[in-house]
């Protein structure tokens, strides 16, 4: 019943986070994407901070060395001010089953950079390196793009980097175990939110949000973002890595039906069967990784 309960659970999770991509589309139709982006996770800080001080966690962040702050800091630029950032900003010209085939690619990226460090890939990560690259070719297809579209991929294209590299650190700062998750993504998630809020009230100003407005960003923050991430870190007690591996990789189905669905972003069926080969060279990447 436990485990049925967790799979049920991280399922919900992953359409809450894939809902975020029709609610950022919705939202970015009056809010610059910038501020958007950090309204959401200053706001989600602010309410992730009493769930620190309940769980007397809040010692924790006094002990931080300024090497762990820096490694936070470092977290909190690449997963947030970047990842996000671009995320925002490509979703004002991009669908969102395009942001979200593009961030897919984070684990296949992340095992070259770790290649490079010297790990290896497996001849069946090979294969799953090359049915991914496929299905994005069939998704884009031999056409031409407006120049606003190809800016949102060049967006993207540094957003999967930023990804891919706060994954990298990520995994370093997470294997020591030196300290709990919750610490270390409401230190991140804080500096990163920052940013983007600073770099967007700056650059694009806060315009008079209407209460629709303000309940699209406190829906992102509260329920997308802090519950979604405290129930998705219950449910890895329960699940194996391949059963959230697989639960979490059904967002790039997930996505592409919202969007269909909510944003009238409608896919031929070249794109559908690019979109599923994506898929499935990720599943078989990352079950390849842990057999």
Same mark, same amino acid.
Not at 57 to 65: A, F, G, Q, T, V
């Given at each position: 019943?436990?485990?049925?309960?967790?799979?049920?659970?991280?399922?919900?999770?992953?359409? $809450?986070?894939?809902?975020?991509?029709?609610?950022?589309?919705?939202?970015?139709?009056?809010?610059?994407?910038?501020?958007?982006?950090?309204?959401?996770?200053? $706001?989600?800080?602010?309410?992730?901070?009493?769930?620190?001080?309940?769980?007397?966690?809040?010692?924790?962040?006094?002990?931080?060395?300024?090497?762990?702050?820096?490694?936070?800091?470092?977290?909190?630029?690449?997963?947030?001010?970047?990842?996000?950032?671009?995320?925002?900003?490509?979703?004002?010209?991009?669908?969102?089953?395009?942001?979200? $085939?593009?961030?897919?690619?984070?684990?296949?990226?992340?095992?070259?950079?770790?290649?490079?460090?010297?790990?290896?890939?497996?001849?069946?990560?090979?294969?799953?390196?090359?049915?991914?690259?496929?299905?994005?070719?069939?998704?884009?297809?031999?056409?031409?793009?407006?120049?606003?579209?190809?800016?949102?991929?060049?967006?993207?294209?540094?957003?999967?980097?930023?990804?891919?590299?706060?994954?990298?650190?990520?995994?370093?700062?997470?294997?020591?175990?030196?300290?709990?998750?919750?610490?270390?993504?409401?230190?991140?998630?804080?500096?990163?939110?920052?940013?983007?809020?600073?770099?967007?009230?700056?650059?694009?100003?806060?315009?008079?949000?209407?209460?629709?407005?303000?309940?699209?960003?406190?829906?992102?923050?509260?329920?997308?973002?802090?519950?979604?991430?405290?129930?998705?870190?219950?449910?890895?007690?329960?699940?194996?890595?391949?059963?959230?591996?697989?639960?979490?990789?059904?967002?790039?189905?997930?996505?592409?039906?919202?969007?269909?669905?909510?944003?009238?972003?409608?896919?031929?069926?070249?794109?559908?069967?690019?979109? $599923?080969?994506?898929?499935?060279?990720?599943?078989?990447?990352?079950?390849?990784?842990?057999?």
């Amino acid at each position: 019943m436990e485990l049925l309960r967790a799979r049920l659970e991280a399922l919900l999770v992953t359409v $809450l986070w894939s809902s975020s991509y029709v609610l950022i589309a919705i939202g970015l139709e009056t809010i610059p994407s910038l501020t958007f982006a950090g309204l959401r996770y200053g $706001l989600a800080t602010l309410v992730l901070v009493p769930l620190l001080l309940v769980r007397g966690r809040h010692h924790e962040i006094r002990r931080l060395s300024a090497r762990e702050w820096g490694r936070f800091a470092l977290l909190g630029v690449l997963l947030y001010a970047l990842t996000q950032g671009a995320q925002f900003a490509a979703l004002v010209v991009l669908r969102a089953a395009t942001v979200s $085939l593009v961030l897919s690619a984070t684990p296949l990226l992340v095992a070259l950079s770790a290649r490079a460090l010297g790990e290896s890939i497996t001849p069946r990560q090979w294969v799953a390196i090359g049915l991914v690259t496929a299905g994005a070719v069939a998704y884009f297809g031999p056409r031409t793009l407006p120049n606003a579209q190809v800016v949102g991929l060049a967006i993207m294209a540094i957003g999967l980097l930023a990804n891919a590299g706060g994954a990298l650190v990520g995994r370093a700062v997470n294997a020591s175990r030196a300290h709990p998750p919750l610490v270390v993504t409401v230190c991140s998630m804080a500096i990163g939110a920052a940013l983007l809020l600073a770099t967007g009230l700056a650059v694009q100003g806060l315009p008079a949000l209407a209460p629709v407005e303000w309940a699209i960003v406190a829906w992102l923050a509260v329920v997308n973002t802090a519950f979604a991430f405290t129930l998705w870190n219950r449910t890895l007690r329960e699940l194996s890595a391949t059963e959230a591996s697989l639960i979490n990789n059904t967002m790039l189905v997930q996505v592409a039906l919202l969007g269909w669905l909510a944003l009238d972003e409608s896919l031929v069926g070249i794109e559908v069967a690019g979109l $599923l080969i994506v898929l499935a060279g990720t599943l078989l990447f990352q079950l390849a990784e842990q057999y």
